[in-house]
Nanobody, 121 residues
Framework: QVQLVESGGGLVQAGGSLRLSCAAS????????MDWYRQAPGKQRELVAR???????NYADSVKGRFTASRDTAKKAVYLQMNILLPEDTAVYYC???????????????WGQGTQVTVSS
């Protein structure tokens, strides 16, 4: 059974920093993408950053230059360093993996439980 467990959210003042972590447990053959999403109250869930299996990273325009995603493939973990946080970054942040359980088989989508990030002005 694959599970993604997140940590690192909290309350921070505008201009501050937080680091989110997400690690997968269970038997995984390969991870094709490791994402961070966020969902603010009353808004749709949006993609914040994506790390593909080749190591390339894409960011939402709203976080470019402030957020940095990274991974540790040995630990099956992904991180999001968030700097210069703004009140509009307030949201529940979710990690999301697209992975394969076996060498031959479909890709699966797994989500973390979500962690609240609140930025006060």
């Amino acid at each position: 059974q694959v599970q993604l467990v997140e940590s690192g959210g909290g309350l921070v003042q505008a201009g501050g920093s937080l680091r989110l972590s997400c690690a997968a447990s269970g038997s995984i053959f390969s991870i094709n993408a490791m994402d961070w999403y966020r969902q603010a109250p009353g808004k749709q869930r949006e993609l914040v950053a994506r790390i593909r299996n080749d190591g390339s990273i894409n960011y939402a325009d709203s976080v470019k230059g402030r957020f940095t995603a990274s991974r540790d493939t040995a630990k099956k973990a992904v991180y999001l360093q968030m700097n210069i946080l703004l009140p509009e970054d307030t949201a529940v942040y979710y990690c999301h993996y697209i992975l394969r359980l076996r060498q031959v088989g479909p890709d699966y989508s797994y989500w973390g439980q979500g962690t609240q990030v609140t930025v006060s002005s």
